[in-house]
């Protein structure tokens, strides 16, 4: 007898309990779960249980790899695909929301991602790789209209909306496919059909697209005969080889000329972007050099410049010297300080006054991951960190004045995102009239977003709004954005999925989108290469980020082994996604309309 009970409890066996469940579960209490899992169910609740399990399947199925290539996040879409199949549905409105909202997140975070680099990839090398990247986007487009017209046109077996669908899939850009959808619907709201074709044409070529880009490498360094230990060896020699990179260096005073001479007018003698960090005397004393300090023989001097301009100072002051600064015992420290009060976001750095207010020298300024040099006239940004070199005590101040508040940083800015959302909602909403065509063009929930959170993320600071996200808040809305677009859209196509793609026809559309995988990337490859004699491990990692590819880009990093890649990946990654939208578009209002 259980103290203060009337009756004793009974002892339950574990194959006593495991009885008891499965008898409840016979019983008609439990109807409510199996409605509520049962396809043709519309309720919300069964919407959002449908959703969530599309999602966390197609990411787990999505790690599994096959041959090393795995397809990631894309699985949503097939997973969708299935459960449409079976007869799994929401309700239309609900469906057109999700599928939209998601579009939109997701195009918003790739531009506030691409945005900071979007134009200064033009600049220099780059402009080459971009070129290269754009004639392969127009020769997919070319080659893509090509095999629709060869195969009978508009009375072919396959529709230019849904030849625009297998060419997203071929060059495995989902905004592509996103921003046509788009553009169909805004020419016939009752398209949903074509809509659905569209998506069907791109989950048939899309497998075959990921593996068809790294085919596409290995026959280049084939076709080549690529020694792929010379390429890593001339990458190493000139990784450092940037004018954006900081080069610290220190140079011993042995010029006459130069001696006696103050640190301001020294920046008037020597034409180029440097910074004088630390000036060690002859008698070992560390300083902190103002612009009125004065250069004398004997001084050794730490300078932050462009690697270009090595020998420049070489000339001007002596000789360079090995000397490991951080062991020297003086009253300067290097500290980083991050930029977190938003007054201080699209201000200059030279209106700080660093060297006369607080005796501080700023040697390089990272952002973003990338190392800048310290001018006067960069602009500072949220999320910023500067390399300080002074006294604890200075350090401290200056970093009370910008914040250095890492928590700040970590606290999400929805008000940039949202009017940001808003204004790309106005702007993909005008609609441009050109001649020849039937409806007036507009960027749409796609085209819109992306062209303003470019300019708000590259331009923002001027208005001293704040642009800064950290990684994991932009990677979060991303991955969510993508996610909710492609369980809608395997969600609306799974009814007729197996019907249109199982069957003679499916299969042309794979073999139509291996070809347009294929061939405009071994053309650029052998133009990169064979007329630039661009360094391999540039061109893979161009070729990747031509098609946007992150399956890709990991094959390229894995055959390297250094960052080449990536780089070459980044430089052109923003403009190819800005063409592939806005091309999709073009060729569904131009040919479709």
């Not at 700080?352 to 990338?370: C, E, H, I, S, W």
Request: aromatic content about 10%.
């Amino acid at each position: 007898m259980a103290s203060g009970l009337p009756y004793s409890l009974p002892n339950f066996s574990e194959s006593a309990i495991f009885q008891f469940l499965f008898l409840y579960f016979q019983f008609p209490q439990m109807e409510w779960l199996i409605d509520l899992l049962s396809p043709g169910n519309e309720t919300l609740a069964s919407a959002v249980m449908l959703y969530s399990f599309v999602i966390f399947s197609g990411i787990y199925l999505g790690k599994i790899k096959v041959f090393g290539v795995s397809l990631g996040v894309t699985l949503v879409l097939f997973v969708g695909i299935l459960l449409g199949h079976f007869g799994y549905s929401v309700q239309s409105d609900i469906l057109h929301f999700l599928r939209d909202f998601g579009l939109i997140l997701f195009i918003f975070s790739i531009g506030m991602q691409v945005g900071p680099g979007f134009f200064s990839s033009f600049k220099e090398g780059g402009v080459r790789m971009n070129m290269l990247a754009v004639a392969g986007v127009l020769l997919n487009a070319a080659i893509a209209v090509g095999i629709y017209y060869i195969q009978g046109g508009a009375s072919g077996n396959t529709s230019l909306p849904e030849m625009v669908g297998i060419m997203s899939g071929a060059v495995t850009n989902t905004p592509g496919l996103g921003a046509a959808q788009q553009t169909v619907l805004q020419i016939n709201s009752a398209a949903s059909d074509v809509s659905q074709q569209m998506s069907m044409g791109y989950a048939a070529a899309y497998p075959l697209g990921v593996v068809g880009i790294i085919i596409s490498l290995i026959l280049i360094k084939k076709i080549f005969r690529i020694d792929l230990q010379k390429e890593i060896d001339e990458v190493e020699e000139d990784k450092n080889d940037s004018q954006l990179a900081p080069h610290v260096v220190t140079y011993k005073v042995t010029n006459e000329l130069m001696a006696g001479l103050d640190i301001q007018k020294i920046h008037t003698v020597i034409n180029a972007n440097f910074v004088v960090s630390r000036i060690e005397k002859p008698d070992g004393t560390v300083r902190i050099p103002k612009s009125e300090d004065i250069l004398e023989l004997g001084d050794l001097v730490l300078i932050v410049c462009s690697i270009q301009d090595e020998e420049t100072f070489n000339r001007f002051i002596g000789p360079k010297v090995d000397k490991k600064w951080e062991m020297v015992q003086g009253p300067v420290v290097s500290k980083k300080i991050l930029v977190t009060k938003t007054e201080y976001n699209g201000v200059k750095l030279g209106s700080l006054r660093l060297r006369m207010g607080y005796k501080l020298n700023v040697t390089r300024v990272t952002r973003a991951g990338v190392d800048l040099l310290a001018t006067a006239n960069l602009r500072l940004q949220i999320g910023d960190r500067l390399t300080v070199v002074g006294k604890p005590e200075d350090i401290e101040r200056l970093g009370n004045k910008l914040g250095n508040s890492l928590k700040r940083l970590n606290e999400p800015n929805l008000f940039t995102m949202f009017i940001g959302i808003f204004l790309g909602i106005i702007v993909g909403s005008i609609p441009f009239f050109l001649p020849g065509m039937s409806v007036p063009m507009k960027l749409g929930l796609a085209g819109g977003p992306l062209i303003v959170a470019i300019l708000i993320s590259a331009y923002g600071t001027k208005f001293h709004l704040v642009t800064y996200t950290n990684s994991s808040a932009n990677m979060l809305l991303r991955e969510i954005g993508i996610c909710l677009f492609l369980a809608s859209v395997g969600i609306a196509a799974g009814k007729d999925f197996a019907a249109t793609v199982f069957n003679i026809r499916g299969a042309m559309w794979v073999g139509y989108g291996l070809i347009i995988t294929l061939i405009p990337l071994l053309v650029i490859g052998i133009i990169a290469r064979g007329k630039y004699k661009m360094n391999y491990l540039a061109i893979i990692g161009m070729l990747s980020g031509n098609y946007t590819d992150p399956p890709a880009l990991a094959y390229a990093n894995k055959v390297a082994n250094n960052d080449a890649p990536a780089v070459a990946y980044s430089t052109v990654y923003p403009l190819t996604m800005f063409m592939r939208v806005i091309v999709a578009q073009l060729l569904i209002l131009f040919l479709a309309s």
